[in-house]
């Protein structure tokens, strides 16, 4: 079971991580040609980056 929550946390920490660098450096997404809003990786940088404190806290 630690495997698995070093694992999830790892990967959620490198969401978290492209997500903050999308921010940084103001990469724009284009999908379905729709932009995707900034808020979408402030959001998403928030909610993988708790999961991943989360992760490596019960580990």
């Not at 921010?23 to 909610?47: C, H, L, R």
């Amino acid at each position: 079971m630690k495997n698995y929550i070093a694992i999830s946390g790892s990967i959620f920490a490198i969401v978290a991580f492209s997500h903050l660098i999308r921010i940084v450096d103001g990469w724009e997404v284009v999908v379905n040609g729709q932009a995707v809003p900034m808020t979408i990786s402030y959001m998403a940088f928030v909610a993988t980056g708790l999961l991943a404190v989360w992760a490596f806290r019960a580990k």
